[in-house]
């Protein structure tokens, strides 16, 4: 019999990925929607839909949990919730044996350097000085971790950067950023440094933790590393532009302030739990190799970008 799989934020970036995964797979998967349009696109590609919502309607969501055999959680939702909604659910489950599985980020341990170089890298248990901005997601990795004691097994997979089919992540601010420059764009001396993975490698991840993850475990996926300025430099060659350094000022104006304050930072993790445990090996190492594709050329034309921008701006 297959498994019936619930995953929290089936209709986001990551976690349409693992719905994917788990359906090819052929386990069941259950999706929360909170609107008619995420509903029907979840049944579209074969999602068995739970209407509910994390705030104002978590009854469904809590009995869809108990009643699945694994529990995803890969809602996006903002820092300072996550904690109450965490413990609400490993509350939930409590003493059933179930899994429950949070996607973090290594966002935990990010480094504000302004576009400069860390030497450090964080393996899975390294201790670490919090991002403050990320502060509750440390606590709810916490309440994860230790909800394990209380007949739960939950585990948190912390993975860097996610790329792939249909991302916007790195690759494609920096082509976004020639739209509104005309170059391709780094921050300070652009060797800051963010881990990645694909998303098709951390959704294999996701199966392992299933099938033989430790309880109250914490497993980070790691398949390389790029400073920001060689990105910059790659998709200068491929659209046959120069690069440019921006102060942090600039920075905001062109990625917006959050996306500087990423772009600018390191956060560079390592995985030998993950490998030695779980025995998991990624096979898409190369976020360079995105270069080039038709839709990420489309977002340094200026006025495709002003209409994208201005489609998701009512």
């Known amino acids: 019999m297959s498994q019936n799989i619930f995953i929290i934020g089936a209709s986001g970036f990551v976690g349409s990925a693992l719905a994917r995964h788990f359906l090819a797979d052929g386990r069941r998967v259950l999706g929360l929607a909170r609107t008619d ?45 996550e904690p109450t909604i965490i413990r609400t659910l490993c509350e939930a489950l409590a003493g059933g044996g179930k899994t429950f599985v949070f996607l973090s980020g290594s966002g935990v341990f990010m480094q504000r350097t302004g576009g400069a170089w860390s030497p450090d890298s964080f393996a899975e248990d390294d201790p670490f000085v919090p991002e403050p901005l990320a502060l509750p997601r440390v606590e709810a990795e916490g309440i994860v971790r230790a909800a ?18 249909g991302d916007s992540g790195p690759v494609a601010s920096v082509y976004r950023s020639v739209a509104l420059t005309g170059a391709a764009c780094y921050i300070g001396s ?5 881990s990645n ?8 991840l996701f199966s392992l933790v299933v099938e033989r993850g430790q309880a109250g475990a914490l497993y980070h996926a790691v398949a390389g590393e790029i400073p920001y300025r060689w990105i910059a430099e790659a998709v200068a060659r491929d659209l046959g532009v120069q690069t440019r350094s921006l102060t ?15 772009l600018s ?28 594709e038709p839709r990420l050329r489309a977002l340094a034309n200026q006025q495709s970008n002003q209409q994208s921008n201005q489609a998701s701006n009512p």
């Open 197 to 204: 993975v694909h998303s098709a490698d951390l959704a294999r």
């Open 148 to 165: 394990a004691g209380h007949g739960l097994r939950s585990m948190v997979i912390r993975p860097p950067v996610i790329w792939g089919p």
């Open 248 to 262: 942090m000022d600039e920075a905001a104006d062109v990625f917006g302030p959050f996306g500087a304050l990423l």
């Open 190 to 194: 652009g060797l800051a440094t963010y």
């Open 265 to 292: 930072a390191c956060s560079r993790s390592r995985d030998p739990r993950t490998r030695t445990e779980l025995g998991w090996k990624p096979t898409r190492p190369d976020l360079l190799s995105e270069i080039g």
């Open 37 to 81: 349009r995420a509903e029907a696109a979840l049944r579209a590609v074969g999602i068995s839909a739970v209407r509910g919502d994390l705030d104002a309607n978590m009854a469904p969501v809590l009995a869809a949990a108990r009643s699945a055999e694994v529990t995803i959680y890969a809602a996006q939702v903002a820092f300072e919730r």
